[in-house]
């Protein structure tokens, strides 16, 4: 079992008359993610606020109207992660006709992963590659293969088929790409917010990530195209179809942003079952 320690504290100011927010700043509870203890402290004591559940998904929205003026958002946690592992090579792929219902919403085209634009060129490339886990996994790979990961080198903006022409991006262009050519050979993928646990330092300080989830089997199996972080450290937050669906701060209204600040650190106590994040290559899932 993997325990990680969270804390987040996002800082901003808030021009008159107000804004509001839509954070998924919180660990998300999954059958093998626990949320053991959290806290939440806002600097506004007077703004309203509201945390609603996804019943299906087990992630959480910080709903919150903030006044004019200077506001902190801290949140802290310990979660345990006891992955679902197994051997890629007895992972199959799930035709279309066989998809649960809740799966079927990730093998369209959305905002940012444009799959309908690429279907020629994932066919191509990747068509002829035997399906299965085998597969998506090549698909991962040559995303982070071809593309170049640079802080500050894509915008809001940036889609799959940008960063598919120009070759550069940051953590959640990797994903976009990697979702779309994934949709455009029917295997249903979607974008996770979490955090980069075992990212090297060099890339900057600790940060929020995107990575990948892509329902083979019977169950979504995490993917990291970016390759920034450890995906046994990756923890949670929220799932959807894209970066449009679940970015950690959605803001509606002026506001000047700081930079956040992240730390998380992974427990070890062999006594207690606990270990430290590493690569493996099994297949792991936390869905």
């Known amino acids: 079992m993997i325990r990680l320690q969270l804390q987040i504290e996002l800082s901003y100011t808030v021009f008159a008359p107000g804004a509001d927010f839509f954070f998924y700043i919180h660990a998300a509870h999954t059958p093998h993610q626990v949320v053991s203890d959290e806290k939440l402290v806002i600097s506004q004591p007077d703004a309203w606020r509201e945390l609603q559940q996804s019943p299906d998904m087990?992630?959480?929205?910080?709903?919150?109207?903030?006044?004019?003026?200077?506001?902190?958002?801290?949140?802290?946690?310990?979660?345990?992660?006891?992955?679902?592992?197994?051997?890629?090579?007895?992972?199959?792929?799930?035709?279309?006709?066989?998809?649960?219902?809740?799966?079927?919403?990730?093998?369209?085209?959305?905002?940012?992963?444009?799959?309908?634009?690429?279907?020629?060129?994932?066919?191509?490339?990747?068509?002829?590659?035997?399906?299965?886990?085998?597969?998506?996994?090549?698909?991962?790979?040559?995303?982070?293969?071809?593309?170049?990961?640079?802080?500050?080198?894509?915008?809001?903006?940036?889609?799959?088929?940008?960063?598919?022409?120009?070759?550069?991006?940051?953590?959640?262009?990797?994903?976009?790409?990697?979702?779309?050519?994934?949709?455009?050979?029917n295997l249903p993928a979607r974008f996770v917010t979490g955090t980069d646990y075992g990212a090297d330092p060099a890339l900057g300080p600790p940060d929020f990530h995107a990575y990948v989830e892509v329902y083979l089997g019977d169950r979504w199996y995490q993917f990291d195209p970016s390759g920034t972080a450890i995906p046994m450290g990756m923890m949670r937050l929220a799932t959807g179809r894209d970066a449009a669906d679940v970015a950690f701060a959605t803001i509606f209204g002026g506001v000047m942003s700081e930079q956040p600040h992240i730390h998380v650190v992974a427990l070890e106590d062999a006594a207690a079952g606990l270990e430290m994040p590493q690569h493996t290559s099994l297949a792991l899932s936390t869905a």
């Open 58 to 185: 087990g992630q959480r929205c910080l709903r919150l109207a903030a006044l004019p003026g200077p506001l902190t958002v801290q949140y802290a946690a310990t979660v345990d992660i006891s992955h679902h592992s197994a051997d890629p090579a007895q992972i199959a792929e799930v035709p279309v006709r066989q998809l649960p219902l809740d799966v079927l919403p990730y093998i369209y085209p959305s905002r940012y992963c444009q799959s309908d634009r690429l279907s020629n060129f994932a066919m191509g490339q990747f068509g002829y590659l035997n399906q299965g886990y085998a597969r998506v996994q090549a698909i991962c790979d040559w995303v982070r293969q071809h593309v170049t990961f640079r802080s500050n080198s894509s915008s809001g903006t940036t889609s799959a088929v940008d960063t598919l022409v120009e070759r550069v991006g940051v953590c959640r262009d990797f994903a976009h790409l990697m979702i779309a050519l994934c949709r455009a050979l």
